[in-house]
């Protein structure tokens, strides 16, 4: 049987437990105790969202003691960028850069449209991601070079988008014949370099086979577009 005991002022209760632990309690309202530290609440408010993704980019580039330099670096950038977005997403992986695609900005921009955010320095943050939009969107669709090359038994295929498209990777062999379809359904417009994003091809055929040690050609066909 453990023991109780409270302090002398009333206001912490004490239990000790079976192996020499001991636990203690705060009496009072809950409103007394201490909220949880959110290292992506920029603004304070008890909540990672959307609003703190602005603030970040309303002050970007910003050097010196700043709420919206999460990681305490001294300036704000795209690393504190990456750790709100990552945040928003509930990221169980390490923040990287790859958070920051046509995809992520576009849903972000539609969530503050939906807020209707009047304030100033959220409107500047909000030019700040309409500005990230345009650098992030291609100016043309073009197919890029596979890595590793050359691969055993797996590679990734990057691309990107001018503008939305069905995207559809066909591989073939030396002599024409068709080794494997990798369907990529409908994808916005971007780009798709990092592992997460780029086409992936395991080395099987489309029967689940590996395939012979060789050459091997990949087409990839966006809407009007196409390339091998």
């Given at each position: 049987m453990g023991s109780v005991a409270f302090s002398p002022d009333g206001t912490t209760l004490a239990v000790a437990g079976f192996g020499g632990i001991i636990l203690l309690w705060r009496l009072g309202t809950t409103a007394e105790l201490p909220l949880p530290l959110l290292e992506a609440d920029v603004n304070g408010d008890g909540v990672e969202d959307i609003q703190d993704l602005v603030l970040v980019?309303?002050?970007?580039?910003?050097?010196?003691p700043n709420a919206a330099d999460v990681n305490d670096d001294g300036v704000v950038d795209a690393a504190d960028l990456i750790k709100v977005a990552a945040?928003?997403?509930?990221?169980?992986?390490?923040?990287?850069?790859?958070?920051?695609?046509?995809?992520?900005?576009?849903?972000?921009?539609?969530?503050?449209?939906?807020?209707?955010?009047?304030?100033?320095?959220?409107?500047?943050?909000?030019?700040?991601?309409?500005?990230?939009?345009?650098?992030?969107?291609?100016t043309e669709t073009v197919l890029l070079?596979?890595?590793?090359?050359?691969?055993?038994?797996?590679?990734?295929?990057?691309?990107?988008?001018?503008?939305?498209?069905?995207?559809?990777?066909r591989i073939y062999s030396p002599?024409?014949?068709?080794?494997?379809?990798?369907?990529?359904?409908?994808?916005?417009?971007?780009?798709?370099?990092?592992?997460?994003?780029?086409?992936?091809?395991?080395?099987?055929?489309?029967?689940?086979?590996?395939?012979a040690n060789g050459v091997y050609f990949y087409t990839l066909t966006a809407g009007d577009f196409s390339a091998t």
């Open positions: 980019a309303a002050n970007f580039g910003q050097t010196g945040a928003l997403d509930n990221a169980a992986a390490a923040p990287s850069a790859a958070t920051l695609n046509v995809k992520n900005v576009q849903q972000w921009l539609t969530q503050v449209q939906q807020l209707d955010l009047r304030d100033a320095t959220l409107q500047r943050g909000i030019h700040f991601l309409e500005q990230l939009l345009r650098t992030l969107t291609p070079p596979n890595y590793p090359n050359p691969f055993n038994p797996e590679t990734w295929i990057p691309y990107q988008l001018a503008e939305p498209a069905n995207v559809t990777l002599d024409g014949k068709l080794v494997r379809t990798l369907a990529l359904g409908h994808q916005a417009a971007g780009i798709y370099r990092h592992r997460g994003h780029a086409a992936y091809w395991d080395g099987d055929n489309e029967f689940g086979e590996p395939v």
